[in-house]
Structures are given as structure tokens and as C-alpha cells.
């Protein structure tokens, strides 16, 4: 199973910034275990998000050729618990785009209220080919930037 966390691109600028949305719903599976009659947005999967978001930027700024995986954090601070129902913003900033990684830092708000800060995050560049099919990849990343007509994923 692969969790998908990443369910809109809003903003995106090449080797810059990006910023996405994820909703964080009950039916979640991981919310079962994490915590029982408690559930809250596991870190780690927090990080996950964070990881997903820049990779898509890095998809999108080297030519679809490209994905990343986050190799390393200096710091992250959870500020606040993010509980079903919240809607988490999550907003990149590079720091650093080089030829085979970037350097950023991100932070998580609900509304707009911050709950974790990553610091000096480095996403490793990877080729899309090597992770997932390069055509279906983009079709996805259409589709929750909006250039894709809302009934046609999957196609």
C-alpha cells in the first residue's frame, strides 16, 4: 500500500517554493493505531508529506525527468497535535537547488496555525523512471495541480 499525502499542489514556483494541501480524514488507517480513542497526524508522515510535496517540485522544475527522496532533516519541531479534520498547509521553501539535491525548510499550518517547522531538510534527486512510470507520474501531478479536468484521473 503507498499513502498518497499530498492532495493538492495550490502554488508552485521552479527551484523555489512550493506549498500543498492535505486532509487529514478519520478514515486514514493510520489513524487507528496512532493513537487509539486519540488520533493525531503520526510526525513521521508529517515528514512523508513534506518529502511528497518537494518532490513534486523537483519533478516539476527539472522537466518531468526527476523525483526526490528526503535523505536528511537538522531539526523539526511539532508545535501543536494535527487531528482528523484539519486540512494541513504545507509550505517549501528551497534554500538550495543544486544538480543532484535540494536544501529547504517547510513548515505545517492548520488555518493558520503553526504546528511543525522542518529546518535544512535535503531531498536527494532520484530519476521518476527509476521509482514509477514517468506517464502516469505526470497524469498525477496534473491532476492535483488542476490541469487535469476534474472526472479524468486515471484515464
Not at 15 to 39: Q, W, Y
Not at 96 to 106: F, G, I, M, Q, S
Not at 115 to 124: D, F, H, P, Q
Request: aromatic share 10%.
Amino acid at each position: 500500500m503507498r499513502c498518497l499525502l499530498v492532495d493538492r499542489i495550490t502554488a508552485l514556483e521552479e527551484k523555489t517554493a512550493i506549498t500543498g494541501i492535505k486532509n487529514v480524514t478519520m478514515s486514514e488507517n493510520f489513524l487507528a493505531d496512532h493513537f487509539p480513542g486519540f488520533p493525531v497526524m503520526p510526525g513521521v508522515l508529517q515528514l512523508e508529506a513534506v518529502s511528497q510535496l518537494g518532490s513534486w517540485l523537483v519533478f516539476a522544475s527539472s522537466g518531468y525527468t526527476q523525483k526526490a527522496v528526503l535523505s536528511s532533516i537538522k531539526s523539526v519541531k511539532y508545535k501543536a497535535f494535527v487531528i482528523p479534520g484539519d486540512q494541513m498547509r504545507i509550505e517549501i521553501k528551497i534554500k538550495a537547488y543544486t544538480e543532484t539535491e535540494v536544501r529547504l525548510d517547510a513548515e505545517i499550518y492548520v488555518a493558520e496555525k503553526l504546528k511543525t517547522v522542518i529546518k535544512r531538510g535535503v531531498l536527494t534527486f532520484v530519476n521518476t523512471e527509476d521509482l514509477e512510470d514517468p506517464q502516469k507520474t505526470k497524469h498525477h501531478f496534473d491532476f492535483i495541480t488542476g490541469n487535469t479536468p476534474k472526472g479524468a484521473y486515471g484515464s
